[in-house]
């Protein structure tokens, strides 16, 4: 757990600009905030920024989100990862808990919302 | 047999349902997990025909007299026997006397109610009522059942009963929609799964085997509230 008065560093992998503008509004006094566009940028930012915690959106650019979050569980087998999607099937869920140390957000949701589950994973 | 297609409703400013897209062949059991005010009777009434929906479509085959419904209430009168109820509702649906006599017939006898067919409804036990209930629901025969929260104050043993029933009528063919809070009552029955919260499905597949303890897992992640 991040000590009093520091901010934990979370790394939003999201590609909608629209969602990374409200992010960056919402959370900028929260956290300290990185954001990768893509599956490449987002294994790049995770050495570079060395984030605490990530927030995956399971669709992506270049790459499948469970796919990339299994590539990042074996870097960061650890890491808390709220992933976030707007599919509505079973089975991404499923991956997603199998992978563990995961939260999971439908889309749309409240910001206030995916606060508290940042808050919430690892801490 | 039935299907939804992007079916939305408010009730003034709440949106009780919101892009509900699912379709369930003969024989499968959809189970629908929400928590109070997900909008699982909301939607349980569009498919039965009660509501129309504001927004999307419902198909299904036969119509609305291909609906069993079994709800919160029995539907059944208490002064009246259960073979008179039983009478009665084969006549709302216009059964015809041999068919009607012969269905009423098979009904008390495969839900065990026997001695009870001329005993009035009041005096009947919850789970001797909810087998009449069931027995109402299935005197014309329907092709699609709607179960809203039907193990609700059963005890151990008549849920049990009522479990098993339900499996056999999924295995002869019938289309199930099943909606409760509790992910243990309805995980055994199902071959798909919904998780509905705020009039949305946050998750919609087939079970594929999992257990109970697995999908409570998945729903409380999925769903929330602990």
């Known amino acids: ?123 | 047999m039935l299907s939804a297609r992007d079916v939305g409703h408010a009730y003034g400013s709440l949106r009780a349902l919101d892009g509900i897209t699912f379709t369930l062949d003969r024989g499968r059991t959809l189970a629908i997990f929400g928590p109070n005010g997900a909008g699982k009777t909301t939607l349980l009434k569009v498919l039965a025909g009660l509501i129309h929906p504001q927004q999307g479509t419902v198909q299904l085959a036969g119509g609305r007299r291909a609906i069993g419904w079994i709800g919160h209430q029995s539907q059944l009168y208490g002064p009246l026997t259960v073979a008179e109820n039983l009478r009665f509702w084969a006549s709302l649906y216009d059964v015809p006397e041999p068919a009607r006599r012969a269905r009423q017939d098979e009904l008390i006898e495969r839900l065990g109610l026997g001695r009870q067919a001329d005993q009035q409804v009041r005096t009947l036990s919850r789970g001797q009522a909810q087998r009449a209930a069931i027995a109402r629901a299935l005197i014309h025969d329907p092709s699609v059942l709607l179960l809203d929260e039907p193990f609700t104050g059963l005890d151990r043993v008549a849920a049990e009963e009522l479990r098993r029933l339900l499996g056999e009528l999924a295995a002869a063919g019938r289309a199930t929609v099943l909606v409760t809070h509790n992910v243990e009552e309805g995980t055994e029955l199902a071959s798909d799964i919904a998780f509905m919260r705020a009039g949305q499905f946050v998750a919609l597949g087939p079970r594929a085997g999992r257990d109970a303890a697995t999908l409570a897992t998945a729903y409380r992640e999925a769903v929330g509230g602990g």
């Open chain 1, 1 to 123: 757990m991040a000590a009093a008065g520091v901010k934990r560093k979370v790394l939003f992998i999201e590609d909608e600009a629209a969602l990374q503008s409200s992010y960056a509004r919402f959370f900028s006094a929260r956290y300290d905030m990185s954001f990768a566009r893509t599956g490449a940028e987002a294994m790049q930012q995770l050495e570079a920024f060395d984030p605490e915690v990530l927030v995956l959106d399971l669709r992506l650019p270049d790459t499948d989100g469970i796919a990339l979050l299994q590539r990042i569980r074996q870097k960061r087998a650890t890491i808390p990862v709220v992933v976030t999607t707007a599919y509505v099937s079973m089975e991404p869920l499923m991956h997603v808990l199998d992978l563990g140390h995961s939260a999971y957000l439908v889309k749309p949701f409240d910001l206030n919302e995916l606060a508290a589950r940042i808050d919430a994973v690892g801490a």
